[in-house]
């Protein structure tokens, strides 16, 4: 009966020994349910670019005879960008002037013959009302000054075609010399002295330069398609350019693409990307092709309930979960009470938070609004005050589930990797 006795307490410590292994205690970190201002922020990359600047490209062909600029260099409105060689343009000028000149003496040698069939129609007209010429003669003379008049509005014409064939040329000729369109800088040189451009008449052009004007900058940046609907002319930004690691901007979206980048090009794998430019408001020594990470204000909420971004996670709903309104046993009219799902349907993950309960955690599902980078807007869920966890990560995302035992703590460290042998 003894040895009964002591199999017995054997066996309880054994089975006290193995309940103890399996109760694990997670260690966590929390931190009260509060309400605070949230403002909404959409993280984009780009460039920093003029404003305003113009590709000085020629209307003519030819070689480029002077370049009196350099890049970097500042012009004003006015000032001589680039002289290409004038002489085939002059002689076309002069061809066309000789040829204007002489259309116009054509026209007053038709304009006199007119004059001259006039007065021979006037006689001839008084001749046959005497019956002094056939009708034959008068109408010969009737039809000399007919074909006068035909000549003479043909060399009417003619001088007129002459003299936009001169104005044209004249027009070429003053085009071998191209002015800066405004005041600015010299961002790119592309061409040399001794080359050879083409104009822009023929097919695209060669572009000598490129002229902006660096008083007035902004950002242009690339945002998703998901984030686009999110972004408004005239909403703020903040901008962190890498070329100014200790200062910040301040930018207002003034313009955002309609179409995505490269929609034309169907067979594109690249993701769908907006540009959207931002006005910066501060000066300083921006250049063209500067790097820029914009951080636009979208959406604000004022005086919410929030919890850490970190403490939101995801699990497979269970029966009895407390709902998004924290009430774990809703009414039949409840709207969080969810139509049955198929048979052979797997279950959805739903977004939860671990309101931390004495020694244990209550899983609670939400239901969120706005986010910035440290804390999210909670719609339904838990109460302002309520303790939710905040870590460790391992336990949010993989460790915890409803019930769970738990102590608090500060966070676990991970072993140092040059500390291993």
Do not use: C
């Not at 169907?266 to 063209?288: G, L, W, Y």
């Amino acid at each position: 009966m003894g040895w009964v006795l002591a199999g017995v307490v054997v066996a309880g410590v054994a089975l006290g020994v193995v309940w103890r292994k399996r109760t694990v205690v997670i260690t966590v970190q929390t931190e009260p349910v509060q309400r605070r201002d949230l403002t909404e922020l959409v993280v984009a990359n780009g460039r920093i670019q003029p404003v305003l600047q113009v590709v000085i490209a020629p209307e003519v062909s030819g070689e480029i005879v002077d370049l009196p600029v350099v890049e970097g260099q500042q012009v004003r409105q006015g000032d001589v960008l680039v002289q290409i060689k004038r002489d085939n343009y002059v002689a076309s000028v002069n061809s066309a002037s000789a040829s204007h000149q002489s259309a116009l003496a054509g026209q007053t040698l038709a304009d006199a013959n007119r004059r001259k069939a006039k007065v021979e129609l006037d006689r001839f007209q008084q001749l046959y009302d005497n019956r002094l010429v056939s009708e034959s003669d008068y109408l010969a003379a009737q039809t000399a000054f007919e074909v006068a008049e035909a000549s003479y509005q043909s060399s009417v014409h003619q001088a007129e075609q002459a003299k936009a064939a001169l104005a044209r040329t004249q027009d070429d000729l003053a085009k071998t010399t191209i002015a800066a369109p405004m005041n600015g800088t010299v961002t790119r040189l592309r061409s040399q002295k001794g080359e050879r451009v083409v104009g822009t008449a023929l097919m695209a052009g060669t572009e000598i330069m490129t002229l902006a004007n660096l008083h007035d900058m902004e950002a242009r940046v690339d945002i998703g398609e998901i984030d686009i609907v999110l972004v408004a002319i005239g909403q703020h930004a903040r901008l962190d350019v890498d070329a100014f690691r200790n200062r910040r901007f301040t930018g207002t979206v003034t313009e955002i693409a309609n179409a995505a980048k490269g929609a034309a090009n169907t067979s594109s794998q690249e993701a769908t990307k907006f540009e959207v430019k931002i006005r910066i408001s501060e000066k300083a020594e921006f250049r063209p092709g500067m790097s820029v990470t914009a951080e636009i204000e979208t959406r604000h909420r004022t005086h919410v309930l929030t919890v850490p971004i970190q403490s939101v996670t995801t699990r497979l709903p269970r029966q009895g979960a407390a709902p998004a309104g924290g009430n774990p046993n809703p009414g039949p009219g409840s709207s969080t009470n969810r139509a049955a799902p198929a048979k052979d349907a797997p279950p959805k993950p739903v977004e939860v938070v671990f309101v931390a309960e004495g020694d244990r955690v209550r899983m609670v599902e939400v239901k969120r609004g706005i986010s910035d980078d440290h804390y999210v807007e909670i719609i339904q869920g838990p109460a302002q005050d309520q303790e939710v966890v905040s870590g460790g990560y391992k336990a949010i995302n993989r460790q915890l589930e409803h019930g769970t035992l738990i102590r608090r703590g500060a966070p676990e460290k991970e072993p140092d990797p040059a500390s291993k042998p």
